[in-house]
């Protein structure tokens, strides 16, 4: 019982978390494009949810719901799991947020590269 209660608190605070995250990012949208309509700050970011899996795939999708769901539910049982596997999706795990600085470091620099029109703010 308090583990089931301590993973319901845990998802409580996730679904939070990022919600506050996605609602910022919404919010600084329309902050950063203060003349564009309200409704285009909404549906950018919801267009991107709803279009970037059928453009990309749901490979992040299929390895969670078949390979690490697979991988918690056997360490949970006791089961033997594939380390090799599992080596992977932790080693791609760890250097998500490094791709994520790199590309937060760099776009930047090339805008900046970018000639500059009126329509184009700072």
Known sequence: MAWTLAFAVTT???????????????????????RAPIWT???????????????????????????L?????????GLPVSLPGLAVVLAIGACAPLAGVLLGYGLPRCRARCPRTGRCPG
């Not at 910022?24 to 950063?32: D, K, N, T």
Request: aromatic letters at 8%; hydrophobic letters at 60%.
């Open 12 to 34: 409580v605070l996730f679904v939070l978390v990022t919600g506050a995250h996605d609602d910022a990012a919404i919010i600084g949208l329309g902050l950063r494009f203060p």
């Open 41 to 67: 700050t909404v549906a950018l970011p919801a267009l991107a949810l709803m279009g970037v899996p059928y453009l990309l795939g749901v490979a992040v999708t299929t390895t969670f719901t078949e390979r």
């Open 69 to 77: 769901a697979g991988l918690g539910a056997g360490f949970g049982a």
